[in-house]
């Protein structure tokens, strides 16, 4: 199958000099060859699958557990305002 690598680059608002598409041309022709191929297996019966091993949820229950006091978590704080942390502004916007 021939594919239209200036096309395909448009499309994906890349652009690409004569030596790029003349690289990717064959590339692109073997990923589609690859892929015609694959769809020629019979999958029929085969359940669909997000993950070809089984997966299984390594994080502990969530528990409601008391919070830190925030004295505590402010006590390592560089600058504080009450019981919160207090930072600089990093957001420049038009009142800036």
Do not use: C, W
Request: hydrophobic share 45%; no cysteine.
């Amino acid at each position: 199958m021939k594919i239209d690598v200036a096309y395909v680059a448009e499309l994906a608002r890349l652009a690409l000099s004569d030596g790029e598409k003349a690289v990717f041309q064959p590339q692109l022709e073997n990923i589609v060859g690859y892929v015609e191929k694959i769809s020629s297996v019979d999958v029929e019966g085969v359940e669909p699958m997000m993950h070809g091993r089984p997966l299984s949820n390594v994080f502990r229950k969530d528990e409601v557990r008391p919070s830190l006091p925030a004295e505590t978590a402010l006590a390592n704080a560089p600058a504080r305002t009450g019981d919160e942390f207090l930072l600089p502004k990093i957001v420049e916007g038009a009142d800036s």
